[in-house]
Structures are given as C-alpha cells and as structure tokens.
C-alpha cells in the first residue's frame, strides 16, 4: 500500500492551471495518473490528440470540462467520467466559468506515440505539432511540424 498527497506531487508546466502526476508518488506500475485543476480556459492537453496505445479515463470532482471528439463536442459534468480508447481524437476544456478539478488515468502508463494537432496562424489551418522546451526554458512550448511556427507557450 502507498498513500500521497497532492503536495507529495509536483506541479508540471502545460495547459492546465495544475498538473500533479500521482503515478510515481503513488508507486503505480501499469498505469499513469494525473490530478488536474483547470482555470476558465484551460484544457487537459496541449492541443487535440490522440495515443496510439493508451486509453484514457477522466473523472470530473467538480465543474465541467468540454470534449472536443471526432463525433462533435461531449459534456462531462460533477462526478461524471469519460473514457477514451486508443487511437480516438480528442481534448478536454474548461468552457465554464468555475474551476474544473478531475482525475486523468492512461493504461498503459507509457502512452506510446502521441499525435497532437494545433492551429497554426503561419499555415491557416490545425497541423501537426511537437512540444519544446523554450530556449529560457521557463515554458514548454509547441511547434508546428509544418512550417516551425510557434502555436502555444504554457508556464
């Protein structure tokens, strides 16, 4: 047994306002597991993507978060949860104007290829992106695949 709190976790650079990722403090072989508290705006990821490997279930404590899927945007509210399977497209949002605070697991814990996809001003349309460490390092930043533009800067 292994028990943490969220202040055994550190808090990640990304879209979110919180990322604490509880798999290692919890000691967690098979699985990844994440807390997240998103600020109005916010998401879970860092642009619309999906893992080649892993599923991914998301438990909403409190607030609501918008799904943008391939079928169209889905509502998850308070004690609700989503679940997505490998290879399905999608990014979850804080629409809202109230906090958002959720639980994210991935099985397996290693998500294998992630493909993510932003708009990029440069090309006029969502292109395939990497995420960077910015030369300050001070924020993460992502890059389109196709010209090398800047789509997002997340401290």
């Known amino acids: 047994m292994r028990k ?6 550190e808090t990640r650079m990304g879209p979110a306002a919180i990322k604490r990722p ?3 403090p919890l000691g967690i072989e098979h ?7 998103l600020a109005p705006g916010d998401a879970f990821g860092f642009g619309y993507h999906r893992h080649a490997d892993q599923e991914e279930v998301f438990y909403v404590q409190c607030g609501t978060v918008t799904f943008e899927t391939e079928d169209g945007s889905v509502t998850v509210s ?6 997505f399977g490998p290879g399905e497209w999608q990014v979850g949002r804080n629409e809202g104007e109230e906090r958002v605070v959720a639980l994210a697991m991935g099985v397996p814990r290693d ?3 992630t493909e993510m996809r932003r708009e990029c001003h440069d090309c006029g349309e969502r292109t ?10 001070e924020a ?4 389109c695949t196709d010209c090398g533009a800047e789509t997002g800067r997340f401290t």
Do not use: K
């Open 128 to 137: 395939p992106n990497r995420i960077e460490f910015a030369d300050d390092r």
């Open 31 to 37: 699985a990844a597991l994440n807390y997240y508290e």
């Open 111 to 113: 998500a294998g290829e």
């Open 140 to 143: 993460l930043v992502t890059l």
């Open 78 to 83: 308070a004690e609700e949860a989503v679940r």
């Open 22 to 24: 509880l798999t290692d």
């Open 4 to 9: 943490c709190s969220l202040d055994d976790a």
